[in-house]
């Protein structure tokens, strides 16, 4: 009996070792780096996606992943010939004729003269709720989302969909997927970069999961296409108020005629997204709650605690997000008004001035 007894704890630490030496393998040769999609016609830009690729080392401490995050920065920086990011903006505007309307859709069929083109598409690693249902979405230069999402003129990327909240707060039972989004390829290191930064932190500590359904950075106007769907009911957070401080949510049923209503946006001439040079994390339009989560425009006080927003709604970015924006440069919500006393929670950019 006792023989038998020490051969079993043997068998089982083997088992147990061999199962150990699997998930520290699988956690270093999963390919969780942000790459280009389209890596044959902008070789320059796909290296330097490569070049910066973050750390994936045995229990990295948060201290290490920011030291090596702020190092990939500069070292992405430097590849790319770029100091404030808003230099970004200006050279990307001196490509087109002065006085030129400005479109994402001009803009990136364009090359820089290096010889990349300017729009590329770059896919990320994402963490996105057990059941999320991927939804193609669409782009073009239209004045309405609705030309778009009935006319699907040409695919762009894709976002993630999910109906209750109690999935969209599930962290435990998240998983690891990609998101695609096309952006202007002077940009794309760095975006490639927050991002990925963002699923790390997840990789290493479950509380700190960010999922990321929806990520939108160079267009002018896009949509899901309205034959996604027929009518939807989901749910989503709604407030007491519309501006004010209180955290008392309830969830609320909301029936939309179709998943474009929820998934659509467009952008206004001067925006840094038809320059490909933004990035709206998780927008959606959730019409008939009062400041709903997550909501990207709002003059709410509420949404300045983060950590309390991101609790209600993990959609909604906690504060390390924009910190960690910030270091890249980015212009951060906090740091201007959007018309009417807004602020839009969902942006980043390269800033205008
Ligand atoms: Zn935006």
């Given at each position: 009996?006792?023989?038998?007894?020490?051969?079993?704890?043997?068998?089982?630490?083997?088992?147990?070792?061999?199962?150990?030496?699997?998930?520290?393998?699988?956690?270093?040769?999963?390919?969780?780096?942000?790459?280009?999609?389209d890596a044959a016609r902008a070789p320059r830009t796909a290296r330097i996606v490569r070049q910066v690729a973050l750390t994936y080392a045995p229990q990295m401490s948060e201290k290490d992943r920011e030291i090596d995050f702020i190092q990939k920065i500069a070292l992405?920086?430097?590849?790319?010939?770029?100091?404030?990011?808003?230099?970004?903006?200006?050279?990307?505007?001196?490509?087109?004729?002065?006085?030129?309307?400005?479109?994402?859709?001009?803009?990136?069929?364009?090359?820089?003269?290096?010889?990349?083109?300017?729009?590329?598409?770059?896919?990320?690693?994402?963490?996105?709720?057990?059941?999320?249902?991927?939804?193609?979405?669409?782009?073009?230069?239209?004045?309405?989302?609705?030309?778009?999402?009935?006319?699907?003129?040409?695919?762009?990327?894709?976002?993630?969909?999910?109906?209750?909240?109690?999935?969209?707060?599930?962290?435990?039972?998240?998983?690891?997927?990609?998101?695609?989004?096309?952006?202007?390829?002077?940009?794309?290191?760095?975006?490639?970069?927050?991002?990925?930064?963002?699923?790390?932190?997840?990789?290493?500590?479950?509380?700190?999961?960010?999922?990321?359904?929806?990520?939108?950075?160079?267009?002018?106007?896009?949509?899901?296409?309205?034959?996604?769907?027929?009518?939807?009911?989901?749910?989503?957070?709604?407030?007491p108020d519309r501006d004010g401080a209180s955290l008392a949510a309830t969830v609320a049923q909301c029936t939309y005629a179709s998943l474009a209503e929820i998934y659509h946006g467009g952008h206004a001439p001067q925006s840094n997204h038809r320059l490909g040079l933004?990035?709206?994390?998780?927008?959606?339009?959730?019409?008939?709650?009062?400041?709903?989560?997550?909501?990207?425009?709002?003059?709410?006080?509420?949404?300045?605690?983060?950590?309390?927003?991101?609790?209600?709604?993990?959609?909604?970015?906690?504060?390390?997000?924009?910190?960690?924006?910030?270091?890249?440069?980015?212009?951060?919500?906090?740091?201007?008004?959007?018309?009417?006393?807004?602020?839009?929670?969902?942006?980043?950019?390269?800033?205008?001035?």
């Amino acid at each position: 009996m006792r023989f038998r007894s020490a051969l079993t704890s043997l068998v089982l630490a083997i088992i147990l070792t061999a199962a150990w030496m699997a998930g520290a393998l699988s956690a270093e040769s999963l390919p969780f780096h942000p790459a280009l999609l389209d890596a044959a016609r902008a070789p320059r830009t796909a290296r330097i996606v490569r070049q910066v690729a973050l750390t994936y080392a045995p229990q990295m401490s948060e201290k290490d992943r920011e030291i090596d995050f702020i190092q990939k920065i500069a070292l992405a920086k430097r590849l790319l010939g770029v100091g404030r990011l808003v230099g970004l903006r200006h050279e990307t505007l001196n490509l087109l004729a002065p006085g030129q309307g400005v479109s994402w859709e001009d803009v990136r069929r364009r090359r820089w003269p290096g010889g990349d083109p300017v729009g590329v598409t770059l896919e990320v690693p994402v963490w996105v709720p057990a059941r999320a249902r991927r939804l193609k979405t669409y782009c073009g230069f239209e004045k309405k989302w609705q030309a778009v999402a009935l006319g699907t003129p040409r695919p762009s990327g894709y976002v993630w969909f999910v109906g209750t909240m109690r999935e969209v707060n599930d962290k435990a039972h998240y998983r690891p997927a990609t998101i695609q989004v096309e952006v202007n390829s002077k940009f794309a290191p760095l975006a490639g970069l927050l991002m990925e930064y963002i699923f790390r932190e997840g990789w290493y500590d479950n509380s700190r999961r960010v999922p990321l359904l929806s990520l939108r950075m160079g267009e002018d106007t896009y949509a899901v296409s309205a034959a996604a769907s027929g009518p939807i009911t989901v749910e989503c957070l709604t407030f007491p108020d519309r501006d004010g401080a209180s955290l008392a949510a309830t969830v609320a049923q909301c029936t939309y005629a179709s998943l474009a209503e929820i998934y659509h946006g467009g952008h206004a001439p001067q925006s840094n997204h038809r320059l490909g040079l933004a990035i709206d994390f998780n927008d959606s339009n959730y019409r008939g709650v009062v400041d709903g989560t997550p909501n990207p425009i709002s003059p709410a006080i509420r949404q300045y605690n983060r950590s309390a927003m991101h609790k209600l709604d993990a959609r909604q970015l906690p504060a390390w997000v924009f910190t960690a924006a910030s270091w890249m440069g980015c212009r951060i919500p906090q740091s201007w008004t959007y018309p009417g006393s807004n602020t839009d929670w969902e942006h980043v950019d390269v800033g205008t001035k």
